[in-house]
C-alpha cells in the first residue's frame, strides 16, 4: 500500500530533505469536497495563482442543484476542476493528476476520475463511521485497499486547521471553515506556487474581518508548511509557463464574457443597455454581473417571470434602447410566444440561452446541446430568427457583439446559445481594445417625409427603427399582419405569404454578411469533424492531436448556426465522411442533413458534461480502422 | 449614451390629431366606441407631445385601441402588455404610456404582469375595460363574471367565483385606483385627467357593454332612470351620500358600513367622509367591497396616495453609482482586477 499516514506533529524544518522537483507539460487537479467546503474557492486561487505564473488554464466548475444537501452526502459534493499548461489548451483533460477530497462522499463521486498513480489528497479527519454511512461506504475505502492504485498522501486537513487558526481565537466552526485553505496551501507547494498572491487577495476580500483574514493566512501557511516538512510527496511539479499570444491577458467565465458583451456593445452603439430577465440556474451571474454596471447606465430587471422578462425586453427595444435578456432551459419555452412576438413587430432583442440539461428542470447545474433545434423552430408560425453560439469562454464576448450587429441592423431577435459548461468555466483571456470593437451605431429613423413603419432598407430589408419622441413618426406595432406597403393590419392571403417569405429572406441574407467558413486542416480530406459551441474544445484538442499524427481528418467549428455560412454545402461535400459530436441526439447533424443531404453522422453524449478528449479520438479513430 | 435628443412637437392639438387611419373594428354598439371617444377628447388637454405618447395592449376586443389611437402604440401579446409597458418606461422615463386591458386579458391570462407592475408603481396609466365576458374568442364567462354565469363554455353555469379588480389592484399596492363607465362621458374624461396627473401606476376599471356578449351586464347599476340611486360618486372629503333626492348615506355599525335613509332622523356626521388621499387602504378597502344590489357601485377615485415609481428609483440608481464612481470606463472594465501580461 503507498499511502502515507501523516504523522500529526510536523517534523522540524531541518530535516528537509530536498525534494525533487519535476517538470511537467500539463497537470490536471481537482478540488472536491461537501457543498459548504469552499471548494469552488479553492479552485478558483488556484487557478488564479497559476495564471500569474504564466500557465495556460482552463476550468471547470461542477457543483449540485441543491444549495445545501444534507452534509456529507453524494448528493451535497461540490467540485472545481482546473487544468494548467505550458501550452495552449481547449479543454479541461480526461483524467486527473491530483484529487483533493474533503470527505468520503467527495472521493467516492470523483475517484474514478483519477488517473491511475495520480496522487490523492485526503482529508482523514472525516473519515469516521458516520462520515462513511452518509457516503454510502459499507467499509472504510482507506483501509479496505480500493485506493492502492492511487498514490494517497492522508492528511488530518481539520485538526491541523484548528490548531493552526488557535491563536486567533476563532470559534470551533469558524475555524474549520478555514480547512480549504489549508489544502490549498499544500497544493500550492506542491505545484511550486508562492502564496503571496492568495494571502494579499486574502487580506482583501476579508478587510472588513481581520480575524478570519488572518485565520485563512494562518491556515494557508500551515498546509505549505505541512507540505514542507512532513515529506508527503516524493517530488514537486513545475508546470512552467506557457507560450500564449503575447498581451494583456485576465481570466474570464463565459457568464462575465457575456456580461462584458453587452456594455461593451452599449458603448459601442451610443444606446443605454436594458437587460432584463427571471433567476434560472445557470444564467443568473449574467444579471447579477449586470446589476453592478450601473455606472455604465445599465438598467436592470429582475422580472417577475421569464415571460416578463422577454416581454419587457421587447417593450424597451421599442423604446430605443439596446434590448437584452437571459435565460436557460424552461425559460426559453416560456419566452417562445415573445421571440415570436419580436420576430412580428421586427425589433432588435438578443436572448442568452445558457442551455442547461432537459427537458422540464432536467440538469440545472450541467452542460448540454439540446436547444438549438428550439431556438430555431420553437415558436408557432414561421418565425426564424438568427441563431448564434460561442466556442468558448471568451467567445461569448464577441458573439454577444456578433449578435447585437445583426440585431440592430436586420430588426430582429437573435438567439445566442451557450451552455453550462461554458458558462462557469474559465479561460485566460485577451483582453480586446476596445477601438477594434465592431462599430454598433445604427440608424434610428427620424425623417417624417414619407414614413411607413414598414419602410425598409433595400439591401438587408431591415425595417425602420423609428422611436416614440420622434414628432412625425407616430405609428403602431402588433402581432397581428401588416401590410406589406403600409404596415397597418393586413388579413389578405397573398399579403400574408409575402410577408412570411419577406421575413424568411430578411434573415436570408443574413448569409452575405457572415466572414467566411474557416477550415482547421485541408480543404479535402476523408473526414471532416462538424462542431458549434462548447464541443470545440475537446475537438479541438483531439484533431490538433490527430493531424500531428498524419490523420487525414478536418474539423470546421460552426458559430453561425442560423443561417449557415456560405459555401457550407460545398465544403461538407468534399469530405468523404462527416461526424459531428453534439451533446444532445443529433440536432445539428440533422440541420446540416436536411439543407445540404450530406450523411453527416451523429455522435452524442449526454450526460451533463463535455466530451472527453478520448471519447472523440476514439471515435474519430474508428473512420481509419 | 442616451436617446438622441429630437425636437419636441409644439403645435396645438386637437381631438381630431389623436384619431388613426385605420377603421376601427368593434361591433357597432359596442361601449369600447364611447370609451376610444373620451381618451381622444382628453389626450389635447394634457398637453403632453403627441409624439411622447404611447398606447399598449394585450389581447382582447379592447387591446385593439392602440391602432386607433393615432400616438405611437404597441398591441402585444395576450396578457402582457405591463410587462412590456415596464421595458418601454424604465427605457425611456419621458414617455406618458398607457396600457389598454380587459377583465381576460388583465385578470386571467395576463394577472401576474398586472399584479407586479402594480405592486412597483410604475409611472403609467391602466385602462381595464371590464365587460365580465371574452368577447373576442365569441361569449366564454371571464375572472370577473358572477358565478354560475352560462356562456358557451359553462352551458350549466360557471363555478367560479369572480375577481373584484379593485381588491386586486388594492392589495397589489396600488396608489391610483379609480372606477367609471362607457356611458358617463364627463365622469370618464375626469378620471383620465387624474390618473395621467398621478404619479406611478394609475389604475382606472371602466364598466364597458359588450352589446353582443353580455349586453346589459351592467344595466341594473347604471340604467339612466336607477342610475343615481345605485351608484355613488365619490367625492374627496364628502360625506357618502346618493340616491336620486341625494336622501341615502352610508355609515359604519362596529366595523360593517351600513346604507341609512338621511330621512330617518340620520345625522350627515355620522356618514362616512371620503379621503382619496389616505394612505392606509381601510377606506378604499370598504369601497372596493361595495356592490349591486347591498350597496351602491362607488364611481371616481377610491384611492390616490404619492409614492416613489420603479423607473425612478432606478435612475436614482444610476446617477448616485456614477457620483460614486463616475461614468463607466469600458478599458478598465474589460482589463478587470487581474489582469496580466504575457
Ligand atoms: S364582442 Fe363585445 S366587446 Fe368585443 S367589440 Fe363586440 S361588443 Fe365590443
Keep these: 500500500m503507498s499511502s502515507v499516514e501523516a504523522p500529526l506533529r510536523a517534523k522540524s524544518v531541518s530535516s528537509q530533505v530536498n525534494i525533487p522537483k519535476t517538470e511537467l507539460e500539463k497537470a490536471s487537479i481537482r478540488f472536491a469536497g461537501d457543498s459548504g467546503d469552499g471548494m469552488q474557492l479553492t479552485g478558483t486561487r488556484f487557478s488564479a495563482t497559476s495564471v500569474m505564473a504564466g500557465n495556460d488554464v482552463i476550468t471547470f466548475p461542477d457543483y449540485p442543484a441543491e444549495i445545501r444537501a444534507p452534509a456529507g452526502t453524494l448528493a451535497g459534493v461540490s467540485s472545481f476542476d482546473l487544468s494548467i499548461s505550458s501550452n495552449e489548451i481547449y479543454t479541461t483533460a480526461d483524467f486527473l493528476s491530483v484529487l483533493v477530497v474533503m470527505n468520503p462522499a467527495a472521493l467516492k463521486m470523483n475517484l474514478q476520475d483519477l488517473e491511475k498513480g495520480g496522487i490523492l489528497i485526503i482529508n482523514s479527519d472525516s473519515f469516521e463511521e458516520n462520515d462513511l454511512r452518509k457516503a454510502e461506504y459499507s467499509e472504510n475505502p482507506l483501509e479496505s485497499g480500493e485506493l492502492n492504485d492511487y498514490r494517497v498522501v492522508q492528511i488530518p486537513i481539520t485538526k491541523l486547521t484548528l490548531r493552526a487558526v488557535e491563536e486567533t481565537g476563532l470559534s470551533h466552526r469558524d475555524g474549520v471553515r478555514c480547512k480549504n485553505f489549508f489544502s490549498l496551501g499544500v497544493v500550492q507547494w506542491l505545484f511550486v506556487r508562492s502564496l503571496d498572491q492568495t494571502r494579499d487577495w486574502i487580506e482583501d476580500k476579508f478587510k472588513n474581518k481581520p480575524e478570519i483574514a488572518k485565520a485563512n493566512v494562518l491556515a494557508l501557511q500551515a498546509g505549505y508548511n505541512y507540505a514542507i516538512t512532513t515529506e508527503l510527496f516524493q517530488a514537486r511539479y513545475n508546470v512552467p509557463p506557457a507560450v500564449l499570444p503575447s498581451g494583456e491577458y485576465r481570466q474570464i467565465t463565459g457568464n462575465q464574457a457575456f456580461s462584458l458583451g453587452c456594455v461593451a456593445a452599449s458603448l459601442r452603439s451610443g444606446l443605454s443597455l436594458l437587460y432584463s430577465s427571471y433567476p434560472i440556474t445557470p444564467a443568473s451571474d449574467i444579471l447579477h454581473e449586470l446589476a453592478q454596471y450601473k455606472n455604465f447606465g445599465v438598467k436592470t430587471i429582475q422580472a417577475e417571470d421569464e415571460i416578463a422578462a422577454m416581454s419587457s425586453s421587447i417593450g424597451s427595444a421599442f423604446g430605443g434602447v439596446l434590448a437584452v435578456t437571459g435565460t436557460s432551459g424552461p425559460g426559453l419555452d416560456l419566452k417562445s410566444e415573445a421571440i415570436g412576438y419580436a420576430v412580428m413587430a421586427e425589433l432588435p432583442v438578443v436572448v442568452l440561452n445558457v442551455q442547461r440539461g432537459g427537458p422540464s428542470t432536467g440538469l440545472p447545474t450541467k452542460a448540454e446541446q439540446t436547444d438549438l433545434l428550439a431556438a430555431m423552430y420553437g415558436r408557432h408560425g414561421e418565425a426564424p430568427v438568427p441563431v448564434l453560439a460561442p466556442a468558448t469562454p471568451g467567445d461569448c464576448f464577441y458573439m454577444v457583439l456578433e449578435a447585437f450587429r445583426l440585431a440592430l441592423k436586420y430588426m430582429t431577435p437573435v438567439i445566442v446559445l451557450s451552455d453550462g459548461g461554458l458558462a462557469n468555466a474559465s479561460e485566460p483571456w485577451i483582453i480586446p481594445d476596445v477601438d477594434q470593437l465592431p462599430d454598433l451605431t445604427s440608424n434610428i429613423h427620424t425623417d417624417p417625409e414619407n414614413f411607413s413603419p414598414s419602410n425598409r432598407n433595400p439591401e438587408t430589408l431591415g425595417r425602420n427603427w423609428a422611436i416614440p419622441g420622434t414628432p412625425g413618426l407616430e405609428h403602431r406595432l402588433g402581432g397581428l399582419e401588416k401590410d406589406i406597403v403600409t404596415g397597418e393590419i393586413n388579413y389578405e392571403p397573398e399579403n400574408h405569404e409575402k410577408m412570411v417569405l419577406l421575413r424568411d429572406e430578411k434573415i436570408r441574407r443574413i448569409v452575405k454578411d457572415l466572414p467566411p467558413l474557416e477550415l482547421i486542416g485541408p480543404e479535402k480530406n476523408e473526414l471532416l469533424v462538424v462542431t458549434w459551441g462548447s464541443v470545440f474544445g475537446p475537438a479541438f484538442s483531439v484533431i490538433n492531436e490527430l493531424q500531428t499524427e498524419g490523420y487525414p481528418v478536418s474539423m470546421l467549428h460552426l458559430r453561425h448556426l442560423n443561417p449557415f455560412q456560405e459555401k457550407l454545402g460545398e465544403v461538407l461535400r468534399n469530405f468523404k465522411k462527416v461526424l459531428v459530436p453534439e451533446m444532445n441526439l443529433g440536432q445539428l447533424s440533422r440541420l446540416l442533413r436536411a439543407e445540404y443531404l450530406v450523411d453527416a453522422i451523429s455522435f452524442s453524449k449526454l450526460q451533463g458534461r463535455p466530451f472527453l478528449i478520448s471519447e472523440i479520438r476514439n471515435r474519430v479513430l474508428e473512420f481509419f480502422d | ?342
Aim: net charge positive.
Design chain 2, 1 to 342: 449614451m442616451n436617446i438622441p435628443v429630437k425636437p419636441v412637437s409644439t403645435v396645438e392639438l386637437s381631438k381630431a390629431d389623436f384619431v388613426s387611419k385605420q377603421t376601427v373594428r368593434w361591433c357597432p354598439g359596442c361601449g369600447d366606441y364611447s370609451i376610444l371617444a373620451n381618451v381622444q377628447k382628453v389626450m389635447p388637454e394634457l398637453n403632453i407631445p403627441r409624439e411622447n405618447i404611447v398606447f399598449v395592449s394585450g389581447i382582447g376586443c379592447s387591446s385593439r385601441f392602440p391602432y386607433y389611437m393615432n400616438t405611437y402604440g404597441l398591441h402585444t401579446i395576450h396578457g402582457r402588455a405591463p410587462a412590456f409597458a415596464t421595458g418601454l418606461k424604465v427605457a425611456r422615463p419621458d414617455l406618458s404610456v398607457w396600457i389598454v386591458t380587459g377583465d381576460g386579458d388583465g385578470l386571467s391570462i395576463g394577472g401576474n404582469q398586472l399584479l407586479h407592475m402594480l405592486r412597483r408603481n410604475l409611472d403609467v396609466n391602466v385602462l381595464l375595460f371590464n365587460n365580465r365576458i371574452y368577447g373576442l374568442t365569441k361569449g366564454q364567462y371571464s375572472p370577473t363574471s358572477e358565478q354560475g354565469k352560462v356562456t358557451k363554455s359553462t352551458p350549466f353555469g360557471s363555478p367560479d367565483m369572480p375577481l373584484n379588480p379593485m381588491l386586486f389592484a388594492l392589495s397589489a399596492g396600488a396608489t391610483f385606483i379609480a372606477r367609471t363607465f362607457d356611458v358617463d362621458a364627463k365622469g370618464m374624461q375626469e378620471i383620465f385627467k387624474e390618473a395621467a396627473k398621478h404619479k406611478g401606476t394609475s389604475f382606472v376599471e371602466i364598466y364597458q357593454n359588450c352589446n353582443i356578449f353580455n349586453d346589459g351586464t351592467f344595466s341594473a347599476i347604471y340604467e339612466r332612470s336607477v342610475r343615481e340611486d345605485r351608484i355613488l360618486r365619490l367625492k374627496h372629503g364628502k360625506p357618502f351620500i346618493f340616491g336620486k333626492e341625494q336622501n341615502k348615506g352610508i355609515r359604519l355599525n362596529g366595523l360593517k358600513p351600513e346604507v341609512v335613509d338621511l330621512r330617518d332622523g340620520v345625522n350627515e356626521n355620522e356618514l362616512l367622509v371620503h379621503d382619496q388621499y389616505s394612505r392606509d387602504r381601510i377606506l378604499a378597502n370598504l369601497l372596493s367591497g361595495f356592490d349591486y344590489p347591498d350597496f351602491p357601485v362607488p364611481m371616481g377615485i377610491f384611492r390616490q396616495v404619492e409614492n416613489s415609481t420603479y423607473e425612478e428609483k432606478i435612475e436614482e440608481q444610476i446617477k448616485s453609482q456614477i457620483e460614486k464612481k463616475g461614468v463607466g470606463n469600458l478599458e478598465k472594465l474589460l482589463r478587470g482586477n487581474h489582469a496580466w501580461t504575457n
